[in-house]
């Protein structure tokens, strides 16, 4: 089962470093790592999101609390929350298939950010099974290019 963890660290250099490594010693592969300052420069969320059993997080986790610049944990996997991934997504778009990928493109709220002679840029954001139903709308164009960003999570709620 996929886990979502959001981790509050010591905005500080190596400790994205040190939270990897501890994934990696043990094993366990991340699935999708995002980090960035929160409104208080001097901390960081990470949301780490890690394929295994409730053992594994829990081991996980505890390994995690040992790290100094560790703030805080969530196993949010269960919470309420919202997720969201950003992808940019390069297809072959000639005169006869760009009017058909731009609709694909307004069905899915998405937004064209480049425009080349025989390819198109989009630019999507939303929860996983949203970004994985454009990206197969638009597989038989011919995706040339694919990027795509970690998960980003946040409770629903005041917690």
């Known amino acids: 089962m996929r886990h979502t963890l959001s981790v509050l660290v010591e905005n500080k250099p190596g400790i994205l470093t040190r939270v990897a490594g501890l994934f990696a ?28 059993d409730g053992k594994i997080i829990e081991q996980v986790t505890k390994q995690l609390h040992k790290l100094i610049d560790v703030l805080k944990i ?16 390069k297809v072959n778009a000639d005169a006869t298939t760009r009017s058909e990928i731009m609709q694909i493109v307004e069905i899915f709220r998405a937004h064209i950010v480049d425009l080349g002679r025989n390819s198109l840029i989009i630019e999507i954001t939303g929860d996983q099974n949203k970004i994985e139903a454009i990206c197969t709308s638009l597989r038989p164009f011919g995706v040339r290019e694919l990027a795509r960003t970690g998960r980003i999570s946040m409770m629903r709620g005041s917690k």
């Open 74 to 89: 969530q196993d949010i996997t269960d919470e309420p929350s919202v997720d969201r991934e950003l992808v940019l997504i």
């Open 25 to 52: 010693r043990r094993g366990y592969n991340i699935e999708s790592l995002a980090v960035g300052e929160t409104d208080n420069p001097s901390i960081s969320r990470m949301t780490i999101v890690v394929d295994g």
